[in-house]
């Protein structure tokens, strides 16, 4: 999983916005379920990257379309 910035978030177009939160949600899904030491480290980064790709993608929705 990589940590995405929002200048990134912001060019995607909408279709791979939406893509990459399906596959967040379903990595945290798994990650909940092992969920270790370490693994509540990334649950959290996980969260908040679901967080940033939803609030762009509400922020802007017109320039995402347009994408």
């Given at each position: ?19 990459k ?20 480290l ?7 990257t679901?967080?940033?790709l ?7 929705p ?6």
């Amino acid at each position: 999983m990589t940590i995405l910035k929002i200048k990134d978030i912001s060019k995607m177009p909408k279709q791979e916005v939406e893509e990459k939160i399906k596959d967040l949600k379903m990595e945290l899904i798994k990650n909940r379920v092992s969920s270790g030491k370490g693994e509540k480290l990334k649950i959290k980064e996980i969260k908040k990257t679901i967080a940033r790709l939803l609030t762009i993608n509400r922020l802007n929705p017109v320039e995402n379309k347009e994408k």
